[in-house]
């Protein structure tokens, strides 16, 4: 009864009219946001999936069924089911399933690494150029284009290989090849934010630059950032599998997904499931945020606000 | 004016639109009719004016639904007919005109090809006799240089300019009845009267019928002959345009009330004060 | 008091370079009474826009003299300027960052002025523009176009200016609202002795709102008149007769018959 009570007090709170602070009316809109989520069934579908791969993240030891650098070699190349293996066993007998739990660590770290490197320095870049123009927007923007001339798994690759093999290169080598098209994004958002009447109302109170650009554009342009950034995900993923494909991303005995589809290479005609189940991983992972970046653009498109 | 013929009757319009928030009822059970006369449909935003005019032509898209017991347009009932057959009604029989020419003037194809397109999907005439034919309706809404016009683009032309180009446009194929949906409000109110003068002369000289869509009711009142007053969904008021300053109903006069006018000083402007029994009440009835 | 409260003299605005180079504003020149209400008539493209941004500071690539209570400006303004002049803006939709609450909107020119007291001056202005605390944590938009309009002269009044610059304050609004919203611009005028500069190109909402005119076309200023002279149909130029004629509504033998 009380905890019904509890509850409506919560919903309560969440929808009125009328929000009382700053704090309320933040939490509100966050809310209304997850609603929307919710009532999308592919985008919530993708929420899930990511869900699923943060949580395997967090408890891997718990869910892994074995060590994942245990090797067994009289059990290798086991298909799924048999002996135990549910996913099957890889060429030196480790279980496919818990490296594959495990592999989602190295994946989360790689997608949070380089969620906070690569837009944050493009969001900087394309609003600073955006705001500023004249010659700060050019040489930053030429400076931008360089970096988007090269493909970008040669650049990545070419990173990697003058700075070494490893996984935390690996990530800074992405970094640097992802945040050109924060840039642009950031920059066109800026230029149409900037002249707007509220950027003219706050200039006509004295506001400087780093003002205007931190507190009225940042927030402006973060639902395309995030929105780009969802979407990015999956190539990102994919760039870091096939780094580790290419053995210049994470090292053996770690289980990067990229690297366990490499090593079941040799196998995939009659051992198929070495290669094929960390490559539904990263499918997998790759449509959820796919799908979850679809949902957020239809939640976070700023026109759908305007009354 | 003189004897009307009746051309388009409308009974019982509703439109609806299914939103989260439960159905909103854009227009509440409206019936009028509109002969060879100008009739304006005054209202604000929300009154449901714009509503009432796409759903003439059948033009309001899903989600909204639109349901009448009746749109009669020359005998025969605009609801009975297939999509194929309203095709044939819409810019043929019944135009629209609406508020910016910039939005619906295709701005990848010149002006003179959209005017002759509009000609031929409806004539089946050939390309040289819908080119004369275009720059002949050129020359009827008066633009000076009628074959530069025809070969430039909607961005090379003023406001003012594109929107006769509108007119021509939907004029060519000579409808009996033309839908203006705030035809001027995007423009200057010097440019507002030489458009609308051109559309006075058009309609009159081909004895068409003109229903005009406009937040503006002193601008409606002068160029209408009769007004018809919306107000959440339902119609409020109706009457002949000289005898607006008559009306009765206290929207009206409160709209009338509010605006400030040039030859009276007004101290204060007078605030509406809404009545929410106002929406409740039943709709006028306005077939004359 | 001779001395007026803003004074244009001679003001040229231009716009772009080469090709683009424009002139918008044609040495325009006019004065403001201390307490007085003065409109800047003229359709799209006559410059009155282009004057108002000049003057507020938001455009710097202008010469001619502008002077605030004798002083004459700079292109580049300084923090003391915005407590004597602000402006509200045309399209309430546009005027409001979409992310920030009415508090935050209105606590802005506070913090960056380092005002304090700040909550009791929020509510108050609130009250002030006729809207209740129930606004103070609302976003844009949850808040119709008139509510828009209000928080919008609400925070052009936190800095406690002399002056208002008004850039159409009313022409994207409904006729109702639009009542609402004039009356509240000339409450705050009596009660405070504010002085307007209000640019619009309804004629008769200049009639209701000031009480002299410059009449603007392409640039330059064609006519000055008071509004009486306005009212009594007493103006001289041709073109202020036509923008006279075309506001009291159509008139089928004034306008008929001109090629475009």
Redesign the interface.
């Known amino acids: 009864m009380s905890e019904q009570t509890e509850l409506s007090g919560l919903k309560a709170w969440l929808s009125t009219?009328?929000?009382?602070?700053?704090f309320?009316?933040k939490s509100i809109?966050f809310y209304l946001g997850w609603l929307k989520l919710v009532s999308n069934p592919l985008a919530f579908l993708g929420f899930l999936i990511l869900l699923v791969l943060v949580f395997c993240a967090m408890f891997a030891p718990f869910l892994a069924p074995v060590d994942p650098l245990t090797q067994d070699l009289a059990k290798r190349l086991s298909p799924p089911g048999v002996n135990g293996y549910l996913l099957g066993s890889d060429e030196l007998g480790r279980d496919i399933l818990s490296r594959i739990i495990y592999g989602s660590r190295i994946t989360l770290f790689i997608v949070t690494l380089v969620a906070v490197t690569a837009p944050v320095f493009g969001l900087l870049v394309g609003t600073f150029a955006g705001y500023l123009g004249g010659w700060i927007d050019e040489v930053l923007m030429r400076v931008t284009d360089i970096f988007l001339a090269f493909p970008k798994l040669v650049l990545a690759l070419a990173f990697v290989a003058a700075l070494g093999a490893g996984i935390e290169n690996a990530i800074l080598a992405i970094s640097i090849t992802a945040w050109p098209a924060y840039a642009r994004i950031a920059r066109a958002e800026t230029l149409t934010i900037r002249n707007?009447?509220?950027i003219?109302?706050?200039?006509?109170?004295?506001?400087g630059t780093l003002?205007i650009i931190v507190r009225?554009i940042w927030?402006?342009c973060l639902s395309s950032i995030i929105v780009r950034m969802t979407l990015d995900m999956a190539g990102i993923i994919l760039t870091a599998a096939g780094l580790g494909f290419l053995g210049l991303g994470a090292q053996p005995p770690m289980p990067e997904w990229g690297a366990m589809i490499s090593a079941g290479r040799k196998f995939i005609l009659d051992q198929w499931w070495v290669a094929t189940m960390p490559g539904l991983a990263i499918f997998i992972v790759s449509l959820g945020f796919n799908l979850l970046g679809d949902g957020l653009r239809d939640i976070l498109d700023?026109k759908k606000?305007?009354? | 004016m003189n004897e009307q013929e009746t051309l388009l009757r409308v009974e019982d319009l509703w439109v609806r639109f299914p939103t989260r928030n439960g159905i909103v009822e854009a227009v509440r059970g409206i019936s009028f009719a509109v002969g060879r006369e100008r009739v304006g449909i005054v209202g604000?935003?929300g009154s449901g004016k714009s509503m009432t005019g796409r759903s003439i032509l059948r033009l309001v898209r899903s989600p909204g639904q639109m349901t009448a017991k009746e749109i009669n347009f020359k005998g025969d009932n605009l609801l009975d007919y297939s999509e194929r057959q309203m095709r044939d009604v819409r810019g043929h029989k019944i135009s629209m005109v609406m508020q910016d020419p910039k939005f619906s003037l295709n701005p990848v194809m010149t002006v003179g090809k959209q005017i002759s397109e509009a000609y031929r999907l409806h004539s089946g005439a050939s390309r040289g006799a819908a080119k004369r034919k275009a720059i002949e309706m050129l020359e009827a809404v008066?633009?000076?240089e009628p074959e530069r016009v025809y070969n430039s683009y909607p961005h090379e032309v003023s406001?003012?300019?594109g929107q006769?180009i509108m007119i021509a446009m939907m004029l060519i194929p000579d409808p009996d009845l033309l839908i203006a949906d705030e035809p001027t409000s995007a423009l200057?109110?010097?440019?507002?009267?030489?458009v609308?003068?051109i559309m006075?002369?058009l309609v009159k000289d081909r004895g068409m019928g003109l229903i005009f869509i406009s937040?503006d009711?002193?601008?409606v009142?002068?160029?209408c002959d009769r007004v018809i007053i919306m107000y959440g969904g339902k119609i409020v008021e109706t009457c002949k345009a000289s005898e607006l300053h008559n009306a009765q109903h206290p929207y009206t006069r409160?709209?009338l009330a509010?605006?400030?006018?040039?030859?009276e000083?007004?101290a204060?402007?007078?605030?509406?004060d809404?009545d929410p029994a106002w929406r409740d009440q039943e709709s006028v009835v306005a077939y004359d | 008091m001779d001395q007026p409260m803003l004074e244009v003299a001679d003001l040229n605005v231009y716009f772009g370079e080469g090709d683009d180079f424009f002139q918008a504003v044609n040495s325009v020149s006019f004065k403001v009474k201390k307490g007085g209400s003065y409109g800047l008539v003229g359709?799209?493209g006559s410059g009155k826009s282009t004057v108002l941004r000049a003057i507020?500071?938001?455009i710097a690539d202008w010469d001619g003299r502008i002077c605030v209570e004798g002083k004459v400006l700079a292109p580049k303004r300084?923090?003391a300027f915005?407590r004597k002049m602000?402006?509200v803006?045309?399209?309430p939709?546009?005027?409001?960052?979409?992310?920030?609450?009415v508090?935050?909107i209105l606590s802005?020119?506070l913090g960056?002025?380092g005002i304090g007291d700040v909550e009791t001056r929020v509510l108050k202005a609130l009250d002030d523009v006729g809207l209740g605390k129930?606004f103070r944590?609302?976003?844009p938009?949850q808040?119709?176009?008139g509510q828009r309009q209000r928080v919008?002269v609400a925070?052009a009044l936190m800095?406690e200016p002399q002056i208002l610059l008004l850039d159409e304050p009313t022409s994207a609004l409904?006729?109702?609202v639009?009542?609402?919203v004039?009356?509240l611009l000339?409450d705050l005028r009596a009660e405070r002795n504010l002085t307007y500069l209000m640019v619009t190109?309804?004629?008769?909402?200049v009639?209701?709102?000031c009480e002299e005119i410059a009449v603007m076309s392409h640039g330059k200023v064609v006519e000055v008149l008071s509004v009486d002279q306005?009212?009594r149909s007493e103006p001289k130029e041709a073109y202020t007769r036509?923008?006279?004629?075309?506001?009291?509504?159509?008139?089928?033998e004034?306008?008929?018959?001109?090629?475009?």
């Open positions: 009219d009328v929000p009382a602070s700053r309320q009316a809109q707007s009447d509220f003219s109302a706050v200039r006509l109170q004295g506001a003002h009225h927030p402006l700023p606000s305007k009354s | 604000e935003s008066q633009i000076r406001g003012g300019m006769r200057d109110v010097t440019v507002q009267m030489r609308l003068a006075d002369k937040h009711l002193q601008l009142s002068s160029f409160g709209l509010a605006l400030p006018q040039i030859d000083p007004k204060k402007l007078e605030v509406l809404r | 359709e799209s507020s500071g938001l300084g923090k915005y602000q402006m803006f045309q399209d939709y546009a005027s409001l960052h979409p992310r920030h609450t508090d935050r802005e020119p960056l002025h129930a944590f609302r976003y938009h808040l119709s176009g919008a925070r800095l409904d006729v109702s639009q009542a609402e004039l009356n000339s190109h309804d004629l008769a909402v009639a209701h709102m306005m009212r036509e923008l006279l004629m075309a506001s009291k509504g159509y008139d089928p004034f306008f008929a018959g001109e090629a475009v």
